[in-house]
């Protein structure tokens, strides 16, 4: 039973570039949640993706945007990318966006921007 | 305040010892709660839920919720090299649309042996 994947793992950009990272969900699982961690800091809520739309969005401006496809797998994109952007990119997934269902996290893509 | 408040650490803590983690959450409308721990350069593991008022075991993990104090506490007993990493706490509002997570800094644990 295959978890959460994540690709790539690591990932090199310079400042103004832009990217994409993906994510496929645990199996049986069909929400999927993007998250960033930069060092030290406790992982932040960047937007969630259930039924292909995006059903809530943290304080990330609109640089970050992302998509879910019909097999529940999903993108985060980022445009112009700044110094700050460096960080470790979560996703996780869930059996339905609501109800305190638990999110499992992937192994993540390192991110950094020189 | 920070939405979800943990003590940086480092807790040091020797082989065999119980570790006590602490948790405070500002949102009184948050129902559900987790622990997550996370290994240096690995991603959270989800180790206990739990969204009720009392004590929740799991092995050798017990997660405790107040929700009147809002305070969630994990302890971990028998406590071994290999539980040193960092413990995330994490705060989910249900209702409508708030499924996302809410974590705290975490709180780094070292068990020497």
């Known amino acids: 039973d295959a978890g959460v994947t994540q690709s790539p793992t690591h990932l090199i950009k310079t400042r103004g570039q832009q990217v994409t990272l993906r994510c496929s969900p645990k199996?049986?699982?069909?929400?999927v949640s993007w998250y960033q961690q930069a060092l030290g800091q406790g992982p932040q809520f960047i937007f969630q993706y259930y039924e292909e739309e995006e059903r809530q969005r943290g304080n990330f401006p609109d640089r970050f945007s992302g998509h879910q496809f019909p097999n529940y797998s999903s993108e985060l994109n980022v445009n112009a990318l700044l110094l700050g952007d460096s960080a470790l990119y979560l996703c996780?997934?869930?059996?339905?966006?609501?109800?305190?269902?638990?999110?499992?996290f992937g192994d993540g893509t390192r991110l950094s921007i020189l | 305040q920070k939405e979800v408040e943990q003590n940086s650490g480092p807790l040091s803590v020797p082989e065999g010892a119980i570790a006590s983690l602490n948790c405070t959450y500002s949102?009184?409308?948050?129902?559900?709660f987790f622990w997550y721990r996370q290994y240096s350069g690995k991603s959270p593991e989800l180790i206990m839920s739990?969204?009720?008022?009392g004590d929740k075991e799991d092995g050798r993990f017990t997660a405790q919720l107040n929700k009147a104090s809002q305070y969630v506490s994990l302890l971990i007993r028998d406590s071994q090299p290999s539980d040193s990493a960092t413990y995330l706490c994490?705060?989910?509002?249900?209702?409508?649309?708030?499924?996302?997570?809410?974590f705290g800094k975490g709180t780094k644990l070292s068990v020497k042996p």
């Open positions: 994490a705060v989910m509002r249900d209702g409508g649309s708030q499924g996302n997570l809410i």
């Open positions: 949102d009184r409308g948050s129902q559900s």
């Open positions: 199996s049986g699982h069909d929400t």
């Open positions: 996780a997934s869930s059996s339905g966006p609501t109800l305190g269902q638990p999110q499992h």
């Open positions: 739990i969204y009720s008022n």
